[in-house]
Nanobody, 126 residues
Framework: QVQLMESGGGSVQAGGSLRLSCAAS????????VGWFRQAPGKEREGVAG???????RYADSVKDRFTISQDNAENTLYLQMNTLKPEDTAMYYC????????????????????WGQGTQVTVSS
C-alpha cells in the first residue's frame, strides 16, 4: 500500500522560505512521476513541480527560479524548497506519485497521478 506523508508547511512572511518534505512508503516503480501540487481555496489543484524517473524536472511558470524540487531515493523522500515566497503561494500543498509509467509532458497534470498525500498548509502573509 502506497502512503505519502507531507510535512514542513507553516506560516511565513513574504520573502521567506519553507522546505516541504514528502515521505513515501510502499512505492516502487521503474518509471514514474512524482510531484508537488497546490490548491488554494476556491481554486483548482495545480501542478507546482514534478520529477520524472529519467531526471526530467518541470516547474510551473509561477514558481520558476523560486522553488526547487528534489528527491532522495535512498530515503524515499521528495522535497520542495520554496524561496522568496509570495502571498499568492498560500495554499494546501500535496505531494503525488503516479501508479504506472508516466510521460514527461504530464508531469504537472494532476490526472497523471494516482497517489496523494493529505497535504500541508503553507500560508504567506504580506
Amino acid at each position: 500500500q502506497v502512503q505519502l506523508m507531507e510535512s514542513g508547511g507553516g506560516s511565513v512572511q513574504a520573502g521567506g522560505s519553507l522546505r516541504l518534505s514528502c515521505a513515501a512508503s510502499g512505492y516502487t516503480r521503474n518509471s514514474y512521476c512524482v510531484g508537488w501540487f497546490r490548491q488554494a481555496p476556491g481554486k483548482e489543484r495545480e501542478g507546482v513541480a514534478g520529477i520524472h524517473s529519467d531526471g526530467t524536472i518541470r516547474y510551473a511558470d509561477s514558481v520558476k527560479d523560486r522553488f526547487t524540487i528534489s528527491q532522495d531515493n535512498a530515503e524515499n523522500t521528495l522535497y520542495l524548497q520554496m524561496n522568496t515566497l509570495k502571498p499568492e503561494d498560500t495554499a494546501m500543498y500535496y505531494c503525488a506519485a503516479s501508479s504506472a509509467s508516466c510521460s514527461r509532458p504530464l508531469l504537472l497534470w494532476r490526472l497523471a497521478y494516482s497517489y496523494w498525500g493529505q497535504g500541508t498548509q503553507v500560508t504567506v502573509s504580506s
